[in-house]
Structures are given as C-alpha cells and as structure tokens.
Nanobody, 126 residues
C-alpha cells in the first residue's frame, strides 16, 4: 500500500516562501508520478503541478508558474514543492498524490491519481 505524508505547511506573510515535502512509502518515485493539488475553503481541489515517474519532467499550473517549483529526491523517496512569492490566493490545504499509469494529457486530473496524502495547511496573510 502506497502512503504519502505531506509536511512543511504553516503561516507565512505575503511575499514569503515555504517548502512542502511529500514522503512516499510503499512505492518508488520511479514507479509513480507525483502530483500536487490544493483546496481552498469552499472550493474544489485544484491542480498545482506534478513530476513524472519516468524522466522526472516537471509541470506547473499557469497559476503558479514562475513562483512554485517541484523537485524530487529519489534516494529519499521525497517530492518537494518550493513556493515563493506567496499571495493570499495561495491559502489552501495542499495535497500530494501518486499515480502509476498517468499519461501526460491526464496529469492535471484528480481522478488520474490512486493515492493521496492527508494534506498540509498553508495560510498566507498580509
């Protein structure tokens, strides 16, 4: 059974930075594409970005491109989400998710992922 645990959330001021971590157990990052999603209060779960299992290519949603960066450390089985220039619109619970057979055209779809973490809260205040 694959398990994902997010950490690194917290409160930060506008313009600040945070780095989230997603530790994967029960599976390898060479087997699973890892996606990041977020859900603000009262809204649906939104795709943030992903890193592919093969080749390690990274993809970012337009809303975070240039501010957020996804990376991974295969030796630690950990995926990171570096978030810079945070604004109040980034306030949400952030989730990581794993999928074994995700094609590029589906990488932003929630239903493409098989396993989800419990989420970590990020609050950006002015």
């Amino acid at each position: 059974q694959v398990q994902l645990v997010e950490s690194g959330g917290g409160s930060v001021q506008v313009g600040g930075s945070l780095r989230l971590s997603c530790v994967v157990s029960g599976g390898s990052l060479s087997t699973y594409t890892i996606g990041w999603f977020r859900q603000a209060a009262g809204k649906g779960r939104e795709y943030v970005g992903a890193v592919r299992r093969s080749g390690g290519g990274t993809y970012h949603a337009d809303s975070v491109k240039g501010r957020f960066t996804i990376s991974k450390d295969n030796a630690k089985n950990t995926v990171y989400l570096q978030m810079d220039s945070l604004n109040s619109g980034d306030t949400a619970v952030y989730y990581c998710a794993a999928g074994a057979r995700i094609i590029l055209s589906s990488i932003a779809r929630r239903d493409a992922y098989d396993y989800w973490g419990q989420g970590t809260q990020v609050t950006v205040s002015s």
